[in-house]
Nanobody, 129 residues
Framework: VQLQASGGGLVQAGDSLTLSCKASGRSFSSHAMAWFRQAPGRERAFVATISGTGKSEYFAGSVKGRFTISRDNTKNTMYLQMNSLRPEDTAVYYC???????????????????????WGQGTQVTVSS
């Protein structure tokens, strides 16, 4: 699976932005998908994940209620709708795919980079105050 993230940009605090992650190859629905982000000088961190069917989701506490994750399996694309953006959301956002359509039952595993075998190249999101 090859992943291509897009949609990043420069926005102001309080604005909204939608990221997309386009996957190549077949059986997109066979992969649970996730978004991670890496702020300057910090380690890459989990943002959100969605199951292969799109029926299960999980969010990091810092974005819950502000971000929405979704996917369109007919288009091999996952989305991250980001609302009420804050300067601390500034980061490079990466999409990732798991070799399993379901979310790991363990919260620690589903938020771990090690659970995701495929990664996109990242898209920069900058939120100005």
């Amino acid at each position: 699976v090859q992943l291509q993230a897009s949609g990043g940009g420069l926005v102001q605090a309080g604005d909204s932005l939608t990221l997309s992650c386009k996957a190549s190859g077949r059986s997109f629905s066979s992969h649970a998908m996730a978004w991670f982000r890496q702020a300057p000088g910090r380690e890459r961190a989990f943002v959100a994940t969605i199951s292969g069917t799109g029926k299960s989701e999980y969010f990091a506490g810092s974005v819950k209620g502000r971000f929405t994750i979704s996917r369109d399996n007919t288009k091999n694309t996952m989305y991250l709708q980001m609302n009420s953006l804050r300067p601390e959301d500034t980061a490079v956002y990466y999409c990732a795919a798991r070799s399993n359509p379901i979310l790991s039952p363990s919260m620690r595993q589903r938020t771990s980079e090690n659970e995701y075998a495929y990664w996109g190249q990242g898209t920069q999101v900058t939120v100005s105050s």
